[in-house]
């Protein structure tokens, strides 16, 4: 009889301990982030923060200088030539019923004030306490010749963005050197004020890079951050497959849609299926260009208040309001609403109003009638921030992999004659041209085609994953689920017979998935193995500490033999090709995607 309750005492003390064990496993698995900082550059902003936390920090990837006043103009966008593009997709939205005429009972209704808070300027809210950073840029903060995130919204400043469509943002006026040491000082800021990291020796990171890349930038990238920034170690993935492991999907279609760039490929156990690529420099922002027109040509704010698509805070303000207001498909409840936006003139805060208007619903679904992209577009032509540009020439490396990306078509092809890029695409494949526009169930329909294998087509259309800050749009996934099961329908591909787009996965936003993924590899147990060290990249290679040690250990008092060992050990080390174990050989046997 005393046995059965020693038994159940032992039970009970082996749950207990593990319990215990499985408690002491989580937390070393917290503790392993806490000395590894995630960085994401984007268009918009940087996302960074260490491995241990559940979500990143995120500021805008913008630097303010003070300049002479003439420098700082930036060249607006004529949004004039989409008016006549979006008549014709308001007639189509009306035709297929997505949107309405006004109620004759609603005209010169009075409309009711909504208290939405768009506001996003510091300026308005009142200054807040910001750390400086312990370094030279304290002083250039201090006595505000450089500004960060809402501050260059506040006075008179020359704005640049260092990263455009997902690539440094190149120009005649704005070279490499530039960009590096703008995101230089963007990543110092975030560090010290954001993060508020002492040491930047004591940290690890891992950078996130876009799914296409150029070999160049990225070397510059990994060197500012190891050279410059003294991170002791680095580690590189790309967005999709990280956005995979942050939905924790094996197999899935990936869609981010960003701020300046459309990217789709579909993801397999870790690795980008090749021909899945589409690659589109459009984005949210040209969302928000749409809605600013909108919004100016049916005189739904203020007659006073004159929209500035060269204003970076207009444009913050348009960003905000599409995110609260637009829709896919018309909301009656909604038609006597009003929102409150500012905007900064002359330094000095102007509050104003926008009526809830059918612009709401007609610019986002521009990602599914594409031509008033198109015709935003055809003003910026001569700008290519991708492989089809002529700005990429002098840093074009031999290894590039753009030639895979563009369907086997030779990098030569873009230099020198623009005409000949535009027949080609007029001629071929526009899916493949970054700098048009085709409707995004188009592309997503596309990526899926090309994978060869039928049961891998259908599960990536179950697992269609909408990531980056264009996907929090109402309704968007309910549109592109519709749209998809009749354009699969139309392209035989028979075996697909449902369609599911998932966005928020246990309460992580699309914008933060990429980001999430990566916390996941610092955890694992073969994270000592991940990181590209400093001297690695850097060639500082230390002696082989094991064949010198065996030489002072089997030292017997004869110094003069010693003397000529350690001669000829130095003299062999020296000899020695190790250059497969520093700088970009290193990097390429480390990195898990093709190089």
């Known amino acids: 009889m005393q046995d059965k309750p020693n038994q159940q005492q032992d039970t009970v003390q082996n749950t207990i301990k593990s319990l215990q064990d499985k408690i002491q496993n989580i937390e070393n698995l917290i503790e392993r982030g806490t000395d590894c900082i995630i960085i994401q550059y984007g268009s918009h902003s940087i996302k960074m923060n260490k491995a241990s936390e559940m979500l990143p920090k995120k500021f805008r990837n913008l630097i303010g200088y003070k300049v002479q006043s003439q420098l700082k103009q930036v060249q607006s966008t004529d949004l004039t030539v989409i008016d006549e593009s979006l008549l014709l997709l308001e007639q189509k939205l009306m035709q297929k019923g997505t949107l309405k005429a006004q109620p004759k009972s609603m005209r010169g209704k009075p409309r009711a004030k909504i208290e939405v808070d768009l506001r996003n300027i510091r300026g308005f809210l009142g200054k807040k306490e910001q750390k400086q950073?312990?370094?030279?840029?304290?002083?250039?903060?201090?006595?505000?010749?450089?500004?960060?995130?809402?501050?260059?919204?506040?006075?008179?400043?020359?704005?640049?963005?260092?990263?455009?469509?997902?690539?440094?943002?190149?120009?005649?006026?704005?070279?490499?050197?530039?960009?590096?040491?703008?995101?230089?000082?963007?990543?110092?800021?975030?560090?010290?004020?954001?993060?508020e990291v002492k040491n930047v020796s004591d940290y690890y990171c891992i950078l996130v890079i876009p799914d296409i890349f150029q070999r160049v930038q990225v070397k510059m990238l990994v060197d500012m951050l190891i050279r410059q920034l003294r991170f002791k170690g680095i580690y590189l993935h790309l967005e999709s497959v990280l956005s995979s492991f942050g939905a924790n999907l094996q197999q899935c279609c990936v869609v981010d849609i960003g701020y300046e760039k459309i990217n789709i490929t579909c993801v397999d156990d870790g690795v980008i299926l090749p021909g899945t690529y589409v690659r589109k420099n459009f984005g949210s922002k040209d969302i928000d260009l749409v809605l600013m027109r909108q919004v100016t040509k049916r005189n739904a704010c203020d007659q006073a208040v004159q929209l500035q698509s060269n204003n970076y805070g207009d444009l913050l303000q348009m960003e905000k309001l599409k995110e609260k207001a637009c829709q896919m498909r018309q909301k009656e409840d909604k038609l006597n609403y009003n929102y409150e936006l500012h905007c900064l003139r002359n330094q000095k805060e102007k509050r104003f109003f926008v009526q809830h208007n059918d612009g709401l619903y007609i610019s986002p679904n521009t990602l599914f009638e594409s031509e008033p992209f198109n015709e935003i577009r055809k003003q910026d032509m001569h700008e290519c921030f991708d492989f089809t540009g002529r700005l990429f020439e002098m840093q074009y490396d031999p290894e590039d992999n753009f030639e895979e990306l563009s369907g086997g078509i030779q990098l030569c092809w873009y230099w020198g004659s623009k005409e000949k890029?535009?027949?080609?695409?007029?001629?071929?494949?526009?899916?493949?041209?970054?700098?048009?526009?085709?409707?995004?169930?188009?592309?997503?329909?596309?990526?899926?085609?090309?994978?060869?294998?039928?049961?891998?087509?259908?599960?990536?259309?179950?697992?269609?994953?909408?990531?980056?800050?264009?996907?929090?749009?109402?309704?968007?996934?309910?549109?592109?689920?519709?749209?998809?099961?009749?354009?699969?329908?139309?392209?035989?591909?028979?075996?697909?017979?449902?369609?599911?787009?998932?966005?928020?996965?246990?309460?992580?936003?699309?914008?933060?998935?990429?980001?999430?993924?990566?916390?996941?590899l610092p955890k694992t147990e073969s994270v000592s193995e991940l990181w590209i060290t400093a001297p690695r990249w850097l060639g500082d290679l230390e002696t082989q500490k094991d064949e010198l040690e065996d030489m002072i250990n089997q030292f017997d008092g004869d110094v003069q033999q010693l003397e000529k060992k350690l001669i000829a050990f130095a003299k062999k080390d020296k000899e020695k090709d190790r250059s497969c174990e520093y700088g970009l050989k290193h990097l390429k046997e480390k990195i898990p995607f093709i190089w």
Request: net charge negative.
């Open 421 to 520: 890029e535009q027949q080609y695409f007029t001629e071929g494949n526009q899916m493949l041209n970054p700098n048009y526009m085709i409707p995004l169930d188009h592309m997503i329909a596309y990526s899926i085609a090309q994978v060869q294998d039928p049961e891998i087509r259908q599960k990536l259309a179950n697992n269609i994953l909408f990531t980056g800050g264009g996907a929090h749009l109402i309704d968007l996934v309910d549109e592109v689920e519709a749209l998809l099961i009749d354009k699969f329908q139309v392209m035989e591909l028979n075996e697909i017979e449902r369609v599911e787009v998932k966005t928020i996965i246990r309460d992580v936003r699309p914008i933060y998935m990429a980001w999430v993924g990566a916390t996941v």
């Open 133 to 195: 950073p312990q370094c030279t840029l304290a002083k250039m903060m201090e006595d505000k010749s450089v500004v960060f995130e809402d501050d260059i919204f506040t006075g008179e400043y020359l704005v640049r963005q260092p990263i455009k469509h997902g690539f440094f943002n190149l120009t005649e006026n704005y070279n490499m050197q530039d960009v590096i040491e703008d995101l230089y000082k963007l990543t110092l800021y975030g560090l010290n004020c954001k993060l």
